[in-house]
């Protein structure tokens, strides 16, 4: 007579049968591993909890936190500024001439990303909104080279309604190109919406320092320096 044994029982009959390899071993309860990577999840943010943090909220931190533990992340912080600035080699819009652009920009590509902003002839919206962003992320990140150019100057006939448009390049390569602003948000192209074009690329990394999210008021102020109601008569 064949006796049933249910394999997830714990009998002593059971450990005997599993000892020989006659059942396998009852599968283990995964609730003690999961509520160990929980408090070792909450244990490394708990840990990390000052990684976005810049000088001066580090410094607002003195009566929350220990100082010991604060003047490490002080030491990361200037470590990483100090880095940052001996990198920073270009820190300015470079306007291009197309006898020079192989020069400025292929062969620059290989030490650093190169951003060409190909412009208008007539300045559009879009190209206006690109062209004063390109100047406060060129000193914003001096290790990026940002170059432009007139679209036609560079390219013989190229279509005024592809302006403004991006062409990244790493290693003597085309990277990314990006035909008007549309991929972004059009004319209202923030200088958030390019960090996170540069992250995407591998030309910043997501932890940089000088990523940080800008305020409402600064958002404000950015979309009162361009009229942008009247934004149809670029698209055919």
């Not at 064949?2 to 309860?29: A, F, M, S, Y």
């Not at 604060?70 to 006898?99: D, H, I, M």
């Amino acid at each position: 007579m064949q006796v049933e044994v249910n394999e997830n029982e714990d009998t002593e009959w059971n450990d005997i049968l599993r000892q020989h390899g006659i059942i396998p071993e009852k599968p283990k309860d995964p609730e003690p591993l999961i509520q160990e990577a929980l408090i070792e999840a909450e244990h490394r943010a708990h840990e990390n909890r000052l990684e976005d943090k810049d000088l001066d909220e580090l410094d607002a931190l003195e009566d929350e936190e220990d100082e010991a533990f604060l003047q490490q992340y002080r030491q990361k912080r200037l470590a990483e500024l100090s880095t940052l600035q001996q990198t920073s080699l270009f820190n300015q819009v470079y306007p291009l001439q197309k006898v020079d652009y192989a020069r400025e920009v292929t062969e620059a590509s290989k030490e650093a990303f190169v951003l060409v902003n190909l412009t208008s002839q007539g300045g559009n919206t879009e190209s206006q909104v690109l062209t004063e962003l390109w100047r406060q992320l060129a000193v914003k990140f001096g290790d990026v080279k940002f170059c432009e150019i007139r679209a036609d100057m560079c390219i013989e006939g190229y279509p005024e309604r592809n302006t403004p448009t991006i062409l990244v390049y790493k290693d003597t390569e085309i990277r990314r190109q990006l035909v008007t602003l549309r991929e972004l948000k059009g004319p209202r192209t923030k200088i958030e919406d390019i960090e996170r074009l540069l992250v995407d690329l591998g030309a910043v990394k997501e932890s940089d320092v000088r990523l940080k999210k800008r305020s409402d008021e600064d958002d404000k102020a950015g979309d009162d320096d361009l009229n942008i109601e009247d934004y149809d008569d670029d698209w055919d």
